[in-house]
């Protein structure tokens, strides 16, 4: 394919950020998407795997537990490969739009009756949205962002594996990453895009290694179709939260997308810490562009398939400083935006100093929530 020709494909991709018009599901793969599982609530029991979870323990997250309730369903969105939305331990805290789900088709009985059900020009969007197969079911087939919305929102004193920072949530899953681990920018930039249709009161993007084109044409488009989303939701005044990424390197250091997100006030960027408030190597850093950390090494959390795993990387970091923001949100509402959200963050009154980081994060400072609530009263 001749370069010209290369650049009107690219044209042509990322204009399907910008289309208007209903979107229209795809029926279900067998054992791949599978539709959301009805629940029963049951008694209060203790989490099995409850003292395993350092990384509460280090938040001082059960502190805020009795103070803070989160009783208001913040709706989180968790952009990146989708969500095992039927975990015992995710779905009461998942969002289902159960206005999509009331009508049957009349011809098979299934609830993809290909019909706009909700008038939110989505067809059949029963749980989020997957811009890899463009249907309505975020369903986690790569396996990562199952563990981000655990460290968010597990629940609470169900009797099953481990705990979220919030008690309650209403986690909206949107998925641009494919079963390999990959995705491109025009998949990237449609799925940012749909923050600001969706409007969420918070924001988490599952950033991967997704390169922009070598072309100079064409990387152009891609930045410009990213900086749009970016702009719209900035607009709206959404937090926006990205891991510092997993590679070792210094960001502001070369081009690529967290330059891009960067560049805007909206955006918190975080980084990892360990058990003994050390950066994992892999992490990476900059006092200018990585605004704080939270714990991102070994964290204990839920996994696809009702199972739970201890994982690393600086997006689960982030997954922490996500939940932190959405509690202060179901407290504050619209009364408080995200500069002041940011600003209590990076505060000496609002978090842990720690020397060490100083060199590694703007802040040189670690999430401590219930210093960041009280620096918000």
């Not at 918190?268 to 190597?281: A, E, G, H, L, Y």
């Not at 209590?344 to 960041?372: H, P, W």
Request: hydrophobic content about 35%; charged content about 20%; proline content about 5%.
């Amino acid at each position: 394919m001749g370069k010209s020709k290369l650049c009107i494909f690219v044209i042509l991709l990322l204009l399907g950020a910008a289309c208007e018009g209903k979107r229209v599901v795809k029926p279900p793969k067998p054992n791949i998407d599978p539709m959301p599982k009805h629940i029963t609530v049951g008694e209060e029991q203790e989490d099995p795997l409850y003292s395993e979870q350092w990384n509460l323990q280090k938040t001082s997250a059960p502190r805020v537990w009795d103070q803070y309730s989160s009783s208001k369903a913040v709706k989180i969105m968790i952009v990146g490969s989708g969500i095992d939305y039927n975990h015992e331990d995710l779905r009461e805290n998942i969002h289902i739009n159960m206005k999509e789900l009331k009508e049957k088709n009349p011809s098979n009985g299934s609830s993809f009756n290909n019909k706009d059900d909700d008038g939110d020009n989505f067809v059949d969007n029963f749980v989020g949205w997957d811009f890899v197969d463009n249907d309505g079911l975020a369903y986690d087939r790569y396996g990562y962002d199952t563990y981000l919305a655990g460290v968010i929102a597990a629940a609470h004193n169900n009797g099953k594996g481990v705990k979220g920072i919030l008690k309650k949530a209403s986690i909206y899953p949107v998925r641009y990453i494919n079963t390999n681990g990959q995705s491109r920018i025009p998949t990237l930039a449609r799925a940012l895009m749909h923050i600001s249709e969706v409007k969420p009161d918070i924001a988490l993007i599952n950033l991967i290694s997704v390169k922009l084109s070598p072309y100079p044409e064409i990387s152009r488009i891609e930045t410009k179709a990213i900086e749009q989303a970016l702009n719209k939701a900035q607009d709206l005044g959404i937090p926006v939260v990205v891991g510092a990424g997993n590679i070792h390197m210094e960001l502001g250091s070369s081009d690529g997308l967290h330059k891009i997100f960067s560049a805007y006030e909206n955006v918190f960027i975080v980084t990892s810490i360990d058990k003994n408030n050390k950066k994992p190597f892999l992490a990476n850093y900059s006092y200018q562009f990585v605004h704080t950390t939270a714990p991102g090494k070994d964290v204990l959390t839920t996994a696809p398939n009702n199972t739970y795993k201890k994982v690393s990387s600086t997006s689960i970091a982030a997954a922490h400083v996500t939940a932190a923001i959405a509690l202060a949100i179901s407290e504050h509402g619209s009364e408080k935006t995200y500069e002041e959200y940011f600003a209590a963050l990076l505060s000496s009154k609002g978090s842990v100093e720690i020397e060490e980081l100083n060199n590694y994060v703007a802040g040189g400072n670690t999430l401590d929530i219930s210093k960041f609530l009280e620096a918000l009263k």
